[in-house]
């Protein structure tokens, strides 16, 4: 079956330092792979998205992922961050998108 | 800016009362879904239709209902709601029939019920 999984279910990581979430996915084609941000009672925000071409995927709010295929991953990275990207952040991906269970990022001061 | 909306944000409701979930889109989107989040957890879908007159059951087994009789609307509605229903509700929608599949999301309904 196609899935997405998050290995780390939390991560705090110092105001200004960098932000790396990790995602690793199992497809056989071409996966189409996205990541959304969700803050506390909020709904999903798209972060950045790949289908296909360049493998580093340029997205909003400062992020970008990379896809390997080699290792199967599409992380997730900030060089750095921001008290205000303290939020659940989600991949996903697949034709009928699955969502990976989420990693839960606070960020100290 | 997507333009997708649920109402309400908020709702606490007593065991055994009927309640709809609103979600409309003014995007035109074929495909649209309905989550369930518990707290700090995953999403599960629930539902989902590919157009007006379809609708899906999603991964996750729910003892709501949908139904999709225009584009736009795609309300869910539980017709006697239990404490175990308690959870947050998204809804979304995507413009791809197909492959690619990114949807755009509402901002939730939480639900409890008491």
């Known amino acids: 079956a196609q899935s997405v999984t998050q290995p780390d279910i939390h991560i705090t990581v110092s105001e200004g330092a960098s932000l790396e979430l990790r995602c690793n996915y199992s497809?056989?084609?071409?996966?189409?792979l996205f990541w959304y941000v969700q803050s506390p009672g909020q709904g999903l925000q798209l972060l950045l998205k790949?289908?296909?071409?360049?493998?580093l995927v340029q997205g909003i709010k400062g992020f970008e992922a990379e896809f390997k295929r080699s290792q199967s991953s599409f992380n997730l990275r900030k060089p750095s961050v921001h008290w205000s990207d303290a939020a659940e952040y989600f991949c996903?991906?697949?034709?009928?998108?699955?969502f990976g269970a989420g990693t839960t990022v606070t960020v100290r001061a | 800016e997507a333009d997708i909306y649920q109402t309400p944000r908020y709702l606490v409701i007593g065991t055994g009362k009927k309640i709809t979930l609103e979600c409309s889109q003014t995007?035109?989107?074929?495909?649209m879904y309905w989550y369930q989040q518990d707290p700090g957890m995953e999403l599960h879908l629930i539902h989902y239709s590919y157009g007006v007159n379809s609708t899906e059951k999603g991964d996750l087994s729910s003892e709501s209902t949908v139904s999709r009789i225009r584009t736009e609307h795609f309300p869910l509605t539980l017709e006697s709601a239990r404490p175990s229903h308690t959870s947050q509700y998204l809804c979304a929608s995507s413009p791809i029939a197909g492959a690619g599949n990114e949807q755009f999301f509402g901002p939730g309904t939480r639900l409890t019920v008491l």
């Open positions: 996903a991906g697949g034709y009928k998108l699955s």
């Open positions: 497809y056989g084609a071409t996966p189409y």
């Open positions: 790949y289908f296909s071409g360049d493998t």
């Open positions: 995007m035109g989107h074929d495909k």
